[in-house]
């Protein structure tokens, strides 16, 4: 496997969105990570809906937060619509505006992976950007560069909430820091390379 590797080479990752006001980061994960898998099947990068999850999928609990595996399976079932035809508006808005006319995305299947690097690595590399939970402590919130490497006080005494992800790499800092490439959906002004963090691995 590469020392280095990220899928933003390839031109399958959709650019960094911004969740707003709600607790909508497994929507934009889940979003992400479908559209990643569209684009290494198809060769074109299709910008598809959040908003989908937070009005039809209701299972999840759109701004006050959701699951992946849950997300997953309403894709696979019902698809989700293009960005286009059903924006994001940081809210659940009234009744489920897509039908069978619209235009969907759906998947065939999601899996989970072992949580141990190589796991992850190989998924990686051989299929595409992976869909992450953790949990997240204040200091991320002001994360400008560099390597992120959270304190052990930190994780046990500063963690303000849950989030999802989509790690779309990896690679090693001159350093030697290991670091995954993770993309963000707190908009393109946040982190670094337009709403990204390296996070330690």
Known sequence: LPDFFDWRDRNVVTPVKAQGQCGSCWAFASTATVEAAYAIAHGERRNLSEQTLLDCDLVDNACDGGDEDKAFRYIHRNGLAYAVDLPYVAHRQNGCA????????????????????????????????????????????????????????????????????????????????????????????????????????
């Open 98 to 201: 897509v039908t069978d006319n619209w235009n969907t995305t759906r998947i065939k299947a999601a899996y989970f992976l072992h949580h141990d690097e190589d796991s992850i690595i190989n998924w990686l590399v051989n299929f595409g950007p992976v869909n992450i939970g953790m949990s997240v402590i204040q200091p991320m919130r002001a994360y400008k560069g560099g390597v992120f490497t959270p304190s052990e006080y930190a994780c046990k005494n500063e963690v303000i909430g849950l989030h999802a992800l989509l790690i779309t790499g990896y690679g090693t800092s001159e350093k030697g820091e290991k670091y995954w490439i993770v993309k963000n959906s707190w908009g393109n002004t946040w982190g670094v390379e337009h709403g990204y963090i390296y996070f330690a691995r």
